[in-house]
């Protein structure tokens, strides 16, 4: 048994030398390739996200001076979602045909862009279409929240590989790299201690030279260690400037600000019967064009209603 135990430590430790650098450099390159997919992924956040964003801005700034009356807030949200879905989409087509780009198309089909922002519609107007109008804002912040977290295609790279835990991996590797570069010091101890068995004190010739093969062993083993810390800080850095946790609190609070400011504009949360339901399938010129009239209809008839009020107060 004590011989078996030898021979499975040298044989570790013969194969450990060996693979110990070309494991830790792939170990390294692996964990930035897959920090820059999931930071890749999650932007895909914050593109929809600014763009929302910047169209709820537009609006509200149009509607500063002429305030329309009743407005729903499930209806105002819709209809700028589904503007900000269409209008961005209709724009990358028409810059890819211009232009035409295999790697954005190849790009958009694996990291599934128009899918995640289809989806991201469909539940957020799933989850505010009950929601009970009052003066007191709901728990939006929450909304948002799960509806990302739980996004098929950005809380997954290629809509496969789960994002957060293998970010969670990422941000132990630095650590990892430390272990794995003391663990090879140790298995250059291990591999060099062996060979001082046959030092022969009446031999000194013998004795400096089997010394100094394992001092070059023991500097060489040292490396192991210095790599392990270079690749520590290296990957520090990089998990800091791809750092997706941040990225996405930044993204879920400049959703969750956008829709509580319809909300403040909004006097209810009323669904209109027979309202159509979101199509990322449709054209988009035709969608757009779709909501235009109705959008110019709706204040046609806004504006009939004030002036018929206010015939009938004149009156």
Known sequence: MEAFMHEALRVLVTVGKTLHSPFMLTAFVVGVVFRLLIYHTVKRHEWFGREFERRVSQFLTK????????????????????????????????????????????????????MGCAWLVHDILKQIRFLKYSMQPPKLINITKNTFSKNPAFNRVFGLIPAVSTNDLLNILPGLFVIGGIFGTFLGVMSGLPELGGMD?????????????????????????????????????????????????????RFENSLDLLW?????????????????NQDPVEALASAALTQEIDKTRGHRLVEDDSQQKSA
Do not use: C, W
Request: neutral net charge; hydrophobic residues 40%.
């Open 264 to 280: 403040n504009y909004s006097h209810s949360n009323e669904v209109p019967m027979g309202m159509k339901q979101f199509d990322e």
């Open 63 to 114: 509607e500063m001076n002429r305030k329309t009356e009743n407005v729903s807030f499930y209806v105002v949200t819709k209809r700028l979602m589904e503007r900000t879905f269409y209008e961005t989409f209709e724009r990358r087509d028409n810059e890819r045909k211009k232009n035409p780009d295999k790697l954005m198309l190849t790009s958009d089909r694996l990291f599934l862009i128009k």
């Open 201 to 253: 004190l009446n031999d000194p010739a013998k004795t400096k030279t089997i010394m100094d093969r394992f001092l070059l062993e023991i500097s060489l083993s040292m490396g192991a260690s210095i790599t392990g810390i270079f690749l520590s800080v290296l990957m520090t850095l990089v998990n800091t400037a791809f750092n997706p946790e941040r990225l996405f609190s930044d993204i879920v609070d």
